[in-house]
């Protein structure tokens, strides 16, 4: 199976910026969709961005709709999240995650998983 191994995660003051990314290695990789998702302390998994294969439909959650951005390279096989005007509560494990078929922005769509980078947003 594919490994999704993210990187990029840090601490930061608010209003600084990080760059996550994503890379998928260990066999061919088909997917209908990346996605970023994350999870702060006691809350859920929510959704945070996604793209479609082909690079060509990005969705985002409400929450970081015009401070983030998803983005991918194929060649490199790699997905990036770049984050600006960071703040407190963006604070969370950050996943990276593959859909085989589909472009939901429920998580249960997504079948393959990172291992999670940390995102710290300090006041």
């Known amino acids: 199976q594919v490994q999704l191994v993210e990187s990029g995660g840090g601490s930061v003051q608010a209003g600084g910026s990080l760059r996550l990314s994503c890379a998928a290695s260990?066999?061919?990789?088909?997917?209908?969709?990346m996605g970023w998702f994350r999870q702060g302390p006691g809350k859920e998994r929510e959704f945070v961005a996604l793209i479609s294969r082909g690079g060509d439909s990005t969705t985002y959650a409400d929450s970081v709709k015009g401070r983030f951005a998803i983005s991918k390279d194929n060649a490199k096989n790699t997905v990036y999240l770049q984050m600006n005007s960071l703040k407190p509560e963006d604070t969370a494990v950050y996943y990276c995650?593959?859909?085989?078929?589909?472009?939901?922005?429920?998580?249960?769509?997504?079948?393959?998983w990172g291992q999670g980078t940390q995102v710290t947003v300090s006041s």
């Open positions: 995650a593959a859909s085989a078929y589909s472009t939901s922005t429920n998580y249960k769509f997504y079948g393959n």
């Open positions: 260990g066999g061919t990789f088909s997917y209908a969709a």
